[in-house]
């Protein structure tokens, strides 16, 4: 079946909202910020922007979330006011799936602090209860009145596919009208002394999907992205997601009028992305704008529907002198169909495919 | 079905437990802790690697993988001709939760990268196909302690939505310092062994396990030749919107999760012959779900909950229960709930005291999890097949 994306909230890099994802992708790539990190060394990383998370309007309900928590409340709330839904909404009928490739490290992290400082005895309840997995789905749930199935999925490969997955089913089984699915990851300090130990930074702060690398540069990024999905398109549809696979690589049954390469650095090889490079159709790929992050997904699916909404193309950042049949300047165009590829080092690939609602 | 658990390392020594209705809490083994707990360890278990973070999780969830494929006569050859999928819901193994490596990282500012690359290599799903070989779909539900639960329902779902002839769908949990910790901080663990429904609970005990089931379409099974004893006839999953770790006062998702999973088998609540309950021991936990059951299904329902048995396995949770549910029904019988003694005259339903014959054969096995989940699976007696 098809489902129609009707909503999009988005806190990235790029700030929060739509305009800003906007901007940013018409701005093209700007150079990473250099973090100390706790041993000494920089990172360059995509963080958030200061103060995106200081929203108050939620109130007392949200004010001991965690950054993480924040993140998938603040993009999925913005989802739901995107939607226009009726207030009349059964809420029973609205389910919830959030997604994640490294969950809530950052207070898990927090909470291995308490046991090492504190002992075994004398660690912080709240703490605890904020580092399991599925806290940022309770929030987005208890704040939002999400009173359908609500589902947390935590893996570093393909989460985001799974959810969509989840999401689908759960319309096309009639259990739910709509869905709200997104995904969220966070840049901690641990996280990025680990990303410093593990990736390869690159010199000049820029990140290079079209490489197909083997031993590839990443730049850790973080963010959040939401999407209302309905089994009915509603007024101002963004996209119609036609198709979604885990599974070995297989070409588009159809060209799609863009092919979105998640390639980002996050992979130990990416030389496996030199295959869906050359399927014939226009390239694009917006990682150098959202940082590397191995649940990116659901920010690369951002940045195609508002591309299938408002028909236009963004240039690819740092496209250089490629000869790949890349979008290389930003402009109004008829765009039917947008297709994401994101690979594992294991050959399976996630892959969605969206199609125009015009 | 598949189990691994404190009450026996396969389904046969878990029946000989129940038959026996022996319980077996003990002390901390299998890590350093200050906090002196009863736990519910998996004993004379050998895991092929030695233990650490993530790593017996995924030996126990393997090992009861085998057992169930073995139980619904499936080799692992047979599997790779087939689309095969892997849901399963865990807490411990989805975090990176290492103190040695945090500890490095706080006290020397650098730390080996082993546990990290464990980790991200350790995705509980891929990591079992990984271990038996086996090309899957995989997914891993981290739902807190209704996550076992939830991912045999996605698991359910992949076959109606034809992705998948066979999936392999439940639970695992290892026990972990950081639950232990952080239940014992939430004032949810009891200092003696847990007493589901009874009216002086204390708590809970954390336990570790495995419960998985092998999940299959009927037209595959039946191209084998097989028919499956038992059916996955409904399952309901809904949020209470509530609160982050106390349920809804009047079991509002609990209620809507029921009326999904009777509604989607084309049940009432008359049909229905047990329900094996999530009752952990805690105050809340089961004041809620008592109330509810008894609202729904009336208060003469059998019911009981085996974490007397297992204490509290998390994610491995509605995985047992579901494993345990279908054995009850496959063999007719009820084992007594341990540890209730006395009534708590707020709840109206009483878990069953003694070994109990099933008339009917349809139950539901129920799970209910931090963040207000809840999720209510139906499994029914393929008929004819009354043990």
Redesign the interface.
Known sequence: MTAFLDGLGIVATTGRGLDSLRSALQNGWRPPVTIPLADGRDLPVYPLPQGVLDDKSFGRKVRRADRLAKMALFSAADALRDARLPTTLDRRRLGLVVASALGSHATTFEFLDEILTYGDAEVSPTIFSHSVQNAAAAYVASVLDIQGPVMTITQVHFAFHHALVVARQWLAAGQCDHVLVGGADELGSVMGFICRSILRSPADGKLLPFAFAKDPVAIPGEGSAFFLLSAVAQPGSYAGMEAISVAPWVPPATPPGLHILEADGTLADESGYAVPASSGARLAAYSPIFGSMPGGSPLQMAASALMLKEQICFATPLAGDSELPLCRTTASQQLASAHLTRLHCNGTAGQIQLTSPH | MGAISSPGLNTAETLDSFRAARSRPGHLTLFE???DLPVFEVTRFEAAHPYSDGVRTRELASHAAREALADAALDLAALKTTSVGICLGT?VA????D?AF??D??TI??AS?AP??RY?KG?L??AVGAELGIQA????????CSSGA?AIA?GA??I??G?CDIVLAGGADELN???????????LSSPFPCKPFDKHRRGLNLGEGAGILVLESPAHAMSRGHRPALTLCGYG?????????APHPDG??LR?ALG?ALELAGFHPGDIAFVNAHGTGTQDNDLIEGCTLAAVFGPALPMLSTKGYTGHTLGAAGGLEAVFTGLALREGWLPPGIGFVEQDERIPITPLREHTKIHGRFALSTSV?????NTALLIGLTRGEIG
Request: aromatic share 10%; net charge positive; with cysteine.
């Open positions: 802790s200050a906090l807490t989805s975090q990176l939760n103190l945090y500890r990282y706080k500012g650098c990268m990290v690359k991200l995705n799903a891929e779909i995989t997914a891993t539900v981290t739902n807190a939830d996605v779902q992949w109606e939505a992705l310092r950081v639950p232990l910790c952080g239940f014992h901080a939430l004032g999953s809904a949020c209470d919107a509530y609160h982050l770790t509002r998702g809507t999904h999890g931090f963040g207000g989940n």
